[in-house]
């Protein structure tokens, strides 16, 4: 049985605490017992990151490349079309920063 816990020791002992199955997992054979824990897949897994960060690398480019050809174009741009352009593309810049800022807790 795999038991996920998150990168910490209270977590480990919170799981612990609460599963018999894992109690005598880890009385009957301690190591194997430790090799069924998991960590949490968002801090071990780096695709998931390069995933969204190409989700919205792409979303960003896609947004101006459409808005240069449509200016391009010489047909007018509608204000609104334009207001919702700008707030996708903030919106990823965003998250985009958010995403590759280091944590507080991690320096």
């Known amino acids: 049985m795999k038991t996920t816990i998150d990168n910490s020791f209270e977590?480990?002992?919170t799981a612990l605490n609460n599963s018999p199955d894992l109690q005598q997992e880890f009385r009957e054979n301690p190591v194997k017992a430790a090799?069924?824990?998991t960590t949490n897949p968002?801090?071990?897994d780096s695709w998931i990151y390069r995933i969204i960060v190409l989700s919205?690398?792409?979303i960003i480019l896609t947004i101006v490349v459409t808005l240069t050809i449509m200016?391009?174009?010489g047909s007018q741009i509608n204000a609104q079309v334009l207001t919702i352009f700008t707030a996708i593309s903030s919106g990823s810049i965003g998250a985009l920063a958010g995403l590759l800022a280091p944590?507080?807790?991690k320096q």
């Open 11 to 13: 977590d480990f002992k």
């Open 56 to 58: 919205f690398g792409l």
């Open 71 to 73: 200016s391009m174009d």
């Open 42 to 44: 968002k801090e071990t």
């Open 103 to 105: 944590s507080p807790g």
């Open 35 to 37: 090799e069924n824990i």
